[in-house]
């Protein structure tokens, strides 16, 4: 899929912006907090109807607007033209559309725009909770298999209703219990069963990666660590409800996953520097990236946002030389170091386009123009 135009009004500091795209490469270059980053969000927006970095919508409205709209124009691999279309007033409910088709459910758009952005804030999959963890699979996984998110939902919800009988103050009969747990049971499972097929086959993808990124430097690994594993999900429920009651919350299930990422066989949130842990996060990244691509009909998006920071020069030479060749579809990059992307232009000839960005208004810039 290739992002031919899109069209924003009022989203974060973007008042009014109109630009078409290369299919192959776009450069977004500008200081720090000028709103590069909020045009990728754009981007992401359209395929995960949501921003990247904050999930109450009405915080993404610019400060004196009442409503934002973004709008992408995009074409298939066989020429197909596609329009999707997100629209939010104040205090109101946001609305999607495809081809002007409004949406039942959100669920249902997801994956039909696979992306993959990277992000200074992926710093969080290393440094933070499980919960970022999680959604990283979350994250994969449902752009490529519906049933997955479907269980998800199914899950989550089943989790919200046993944790409200927990905190309940009046004795609550087993078999209400037993029909959230015997539901949390059935689709954790599938969620289980799916992240772990999904990880075995990820973990190769990933080290190759960073083993090109890192030129063998390093080793790495992954693993994933569920409740599920070895055990009936039903019966570890039921074994725990009493201490979960006393807590007043669920202490088991697969909403507890976690992936344990580790470098030179040691946690590499201990272990790592901090060009390790950017060539880790990146890694992972384009691996999710090349996941999508092989398990889905469509070659996803990619954004990479400011990624060469903390990375020497052998590294952003390598990451230049994957991101420069045909196993990328389209891609938009932001940094605001030129060199870098001067280098990179240098590398992939003259399919691309450049933007300059400045308090929020974003302008072509014309070859062998000077900033």
Known sequence: MILKRISVLNYKNLEQVELPFSHKLNCFFGRNGMGKTNLLDAVYYLSFCKSAGNPIDSQN???EADFFVIQGFYESEDGTPEEV????KRRQKKVFKR?????ARLSDHIGFLPLVMVSPADTELIAG???GRRRFMDVVISQYDKSYLDALIRYNKAL????????SEQPVEEGLFLVWEEMMAQAGEVVFQKREAFIEEFIPIFQSFYAFVSQGHEEVGLSYRSHARGASLLEVLRESRVRDQIMGYS???VHKDDLEMQLGGFPIKREGSQGQNKTYLIALKLAQF???KR??????LLLLDDIFDKLDATRVEQIVKLVSGDRFGQIFITDTNREHLDRILHHIGSDYKMFSVENGNVAEIEEGSEL
Request: hydrophobic share 25%; with cysteine.
């Open 160 to 167: 919200e209703q046993r944790n409200a009988l927990l905190k």
């Open 295 to 300: 398990t889905g009909t469509t070659t996803p």
């Open 129 to 131: 909770g499980s919960d």
């Open 85 to 88: 279309y997100c629209g939010m």
């Open 61 to 63: 409205m610019r400060h």
């Open 290 to 292: 090349d996941f999508l």
């Open 99 to 103: 081809n002007k088709k409004e949406y």
């Open 251 to 253: 202490l088991h299930g």
